[in-house]
């Protein structure tokens, strides 16, 4: 028997009602008397690790499963946290104004590549420790002399007890530590940037939500989608259009997938975080809400910045520019931010990070988000200890990492060539697998130029 994960309504409500505590919801009493009677049928809380599932559901507890999450789903979130796209700008004071379609700005060639190296190596360095919680990165780095993080992680000389307890991400460590690099192993945080490029390649500036929609039917294996994009996913081959794709029964609709989609729509706005967000927001809104469309609006801005910027504080008030003030990533961010300005001890802001975040799953977008934006301020421009402090503060490892190392390495035109691999990315996705990022770079060079002529 097959069972696949995020999918099962039974496996949903669990998350559905961790949803509605986060969003506002969880003090309704209407919210209080679908937990109830979920859980007098015997019904599951959310598994701490997405995709761990108690097993097969007892006779009827999935229709009732399927009754609930209806249920939840007709209940408004109370909290001022858009969604469509003239209301997120509306309540943005400073959203910035979007450049002429001729534009001045031409990205220089070497602040694109360090993007695309940024985000492989960032990417690459957290997935060994993926899933290892913050506690456990720290001993290994320390039991092979790379702690602070300033490398790749390796096995060579780590104890026995150690590798036991914290094993590695088994998916990962054949092809990402240090004694086994070869090239750019496959993960969805350098697919959906390929898909990304795939959607404006095909369509150009004017692509829609089923532009995107369409690209991952014709492209994305339904196998290597997880949390809220399988969710949107099965809502596409069940006849759903967006935004409704990003909401039924969804309850992973504000984790971290569409942040992770959302850099090439920045790199190919060099200095335009604007039409970056705007861009991200019609590639998010397929699978995501709130706060989870915010994380892409976010890292768009942030990544279109870079490409121009002289600093790293530069880069962060673009991102902060596009997302509602009043959200709770922008104050999680902006607490971040404000933490690792202060202290330069990168243990201590991550530990505020925990204190403030820790009941946030380890994909959600607010804890990533922040972490993401303190570790920008923390590495002050450093390539490797962006990525390090990134990697090294725990929740999605790769995730933050990679996005982090985009920016850094669009910041400093380029990434150590230590930091670099043989250049070949592999990927499952039609036409990429065995690209290099020299052509990758090349090609969205070519988005961003084509505007001017």
């Given at each position: 028997?097959?069972?696949?994960?995020?999918?099962q309504?039974?496996?949903?409500?669990?998350?559905?009602?961790?949803?509605?505590?986060?969003?506002?919801?969880g003090?309704?009493p209407?919210?209080?008397?679908?937990?109830?009677?979920?859980?007098?049928?015997g019904?599951?809380?959310?598994?701490?690790?997405?995709?761990a599932?108690?097993?097969p559901?007892?006779?009827?507890l999935?229709?009732?499963?399927?009754?609930?999450?209806?249920e939840?789903?007709?209940?408004?979130?109370?909290?001022?946290?858009?969604?469509?796209?003239?209301?997120?700008?509306?309540?943005?004071p400073g959203w910035?104004?979007?450049?002429?379609?001729?534009?001045?700005?031409?990205?220089?060639?070497?602040?694109?590549?360090?993007a695309?190296?940024g985000?492989?190596?960032?990417?690459?360095?957290?997935?060994?420790?993926?899933?290892?919680?913050?506690?456990?990165?720290?001993?290994?780095?320390?039991?092979?002399?790379n702690?602070?993080?300033?490398?790749?992680?390796?096995?060579?000389?780590?104890?026995?007890?150690?590798?036991?307890?914290?094993?590695?991400n088994?998916?990962?460590?054949a092809?990402?530590?240090?004694?086994?690099?070869?090239?750019?192993?496959?993960?969805?945080?350098?697919?959906?940037?390929?898909?990304?490029?795939?959607?404006?390649?095909?369509?150009?500036?004017?692509?829609?939500?089923?532009?995107v929609?369409?690209?991952?039917?014709?492209?994305?294996?339904?196998?290597?989608?997880?949390?809220?994009?399988?969710?949107?996913?099965?809502?596409?081959?069940?006849?759903?259009?967006?935004?409704?794709?990003?909401?039924?029964?969804?309850?992973?609709?504000?984790?971290?997938?569409?942040?992770?989609?959302?850099d090439?729509?920045?790199?190919?706005?060099?200095?335009?975080?604007?039409?970056?967000?705007?861009w991200?927001?019609r590639?998010?809104?397929?699978s995501?809400?709130?706060?989870?469309?915010?994380?892409?609006?976010?890292?768009?801005?942030?990544?279109?910045?870079?490409?121009?910027?002289?600093?790293?504080?530069?880069?962060?008030?673009?991102?902060l520019?596009?997302?509602?003030?009043?959200?709770?990533?922008?104050?999680?961010?902006?607490?971040?931010?404000?933490?690792?300005?202060?202290?330069?001890?990168?243990?201590?802001?991550?530990?505020?990070?925990?204190?403030?975040?820790?009941?946030?799953?380890?994909?959600?977008?607010?804890?990533n988000?922040?972490?993401?934006?303190?570790?920008?301020?923390?590495?002050?421009?450093?390539f490797?200890a962006?990525?390090?402090?990134?990697?090294?503060g725990?929740?999605?490892?790769?995730?933050?990492?990679?996005?982090?190392?985009?920016?850094?390495?669009?910041?400093?035109?380029?990434?150590?060539?230590?930091?670099?691999?043989?250049?070949?990315?592999?990927?499952?996705?039609?036409?990429f697998?065995?690209?290099?990022?020299?052509s990758?770079?090349?090609?969205?060079?070519?988005?961003?130029?084509g505007?001017?002529?």
């Amino acid at each position: 028997m097959i069972r696949l994960t995020w999918v099962q309504p039974e496996d949903l409500v669990g998350h559905e009602l961790r949803q509605a505590a986060e969003d506002g919801r969880g003090t309704l009493p209407e919210v209080a008397a679908v937990a109830g009677r979920w859980h007098a049928a015997g019904g599951h809380d959310a598994p701490p690790r997405a995709g761990a599932s108690p097993g097969p559901a007892p006779e009827g507890l999935r229709t009732l499963a399927g009754e609930l999450l209806d249920e939840l789903a007709a209940i408004p979130s109370p909290l001022p946290e858009p969604s469509e796209l003239d209301e997120i700008v509306a309540s943005c004071p400073g959203w910035p104004a979007s450049r002429a379609r001729a534009r001045q700005v031409r990205p220089e060639p070497a602040r694109v590549r360090g993007a695309w190296w940024g985000r492989a190596a960032g990417c690459l360095l957290g997935k060994p420790v993926e899933k290892i919680p913050r506690e456990g990165i720290r001993a290994i780095a320390e039991a092979t002399g790379n702690w602070p993080i300033r490398g790749w992680f390796t096995a060579k000389g780590l104890p026995r007890e150690i590798a036991e307890r914290w094993p590695w991400n088994r998916r990962s460590a054949a092809t990402s530590l240090a004694e086994n690099i070869d090239g750019v192993p496959e993960d969805d945080d350098l697919n959906y940037a390929l898909l990304a490029l795939t959607v404006l390649e095909r369509h150009g500036r004017d692509f829609t939500t089923e532009d995107v929609a369409r690209t991952w039917l014709d492209a994305l294996p339904a196998g290597r989608v997880f949390t809220a994009e399988r969710a949107a996913y099965r809502n596409m081959l069940a006849g759903l259009e967006p935004p409704a794709t990003a909401v039924h029964r969804n309850p992973f609709r504000e984790w971290i997938g569409a942040l992770i989609r959302a850099d090439v729509y920045g790199w190919a706005n060099p200095g335009d975080p604007a039409t970056a967000a705007a861009w991200a927001w019609r590639d998010a809104r397929l699978s995501h809400t709130a706060n989870g469309i915010y994380g892409a609006m976010f890292a768009a801005a942030m990544c279109a910045q870079a490409l121009v910027a002289g600093d790293v504080d530069e880069v962060i008030e673009a991102g902060l520019s596009v997302v509602p003030p009043g959200s709770r990533l922008a104050d999680a961010v902006r607490q971040a931010v404000a933490d690792a300005a202060a202290e330069r001890d990168f243990e201590r802001v991550a530990d505020r990070l925990y204190a403030r975040h820790g009941q946030l799953h380890w994909v959600h977008t607010v804890n990533n988000a922040a972490l993401l934006a303190a570790a920008l301020v923390h590495g002050a421009g450093d390539f490797a200890a962006t990525v390090g402090t990134a990697v090294a503060g725990g929740w999605d490892t790769d995730s933050a990492a990679a996005t982090a190392g985009s920016i850094a390495g669009a910041l400093a035109g380029g990434v150590p060539e230590r930091w670099t691999t043989r250049d070949r990315l592999a990927s499952s996705l039609p036409g990429f697998d065995g690209v290099s990022i020299e052509s990758l770079a090349a090609r969205t060079l070519a988005l961003s130029e084509g505007d001017r002529r």
